[in-house]
């Protein structure tokens, strides 16, 4: 008999969705000084943070410079660069819908007379 695991299945625990419809999971990271940085902070970083130089100094200032090994900085840039990519692709698709509508109502007429009406 073959037992079959989904995704979810295969991620740890520890690790959170980074959000209700999001396909991103956030892992907890053990860095090599021995300090772990929770799912939970990571994605509260990337969530407050408007760049990715925010983000980095967020955890260089919290955890300091030296704290991080080759390659851990990347991993957190990941999941940054990975929910940011998923949000513009999410806006995206609602601009294009809203295109459509606004497109739709111009060709009604109603909606073009009212943008015409200015009152001075």
Known sequence: MKIIKTFEEFVSETALKAGEDSKIYVED??????????????????????????????????????????????????????????????EKEEGGEEGEEESGEAEGGEAEEDDLDIDI
């Not at 860095?31 to 990337?46: M, N, P, R």
């Not at 919290?62 to 390659?71: M, P, T, V």
Request: no cysteine; charged share 30%.
């Open 29 to 90: 990271l053990t860095l090599d000084s021995g300090d772990t940085i929770k799912s939970a902070e990571i994605l509260g970083a990337i969530t407050a943070s408007k760049t990715e130089n925010e983000f980095k100094d967020y955890f260089y200032s919290e955890y300091g410079n030296d704290a991080f090994a080759e390659g851990e900085m990347d991993i957190l840039m990941a999941y940054y660069l990975d929910k940011s990519a998923e949000e513009a692709e999410i």
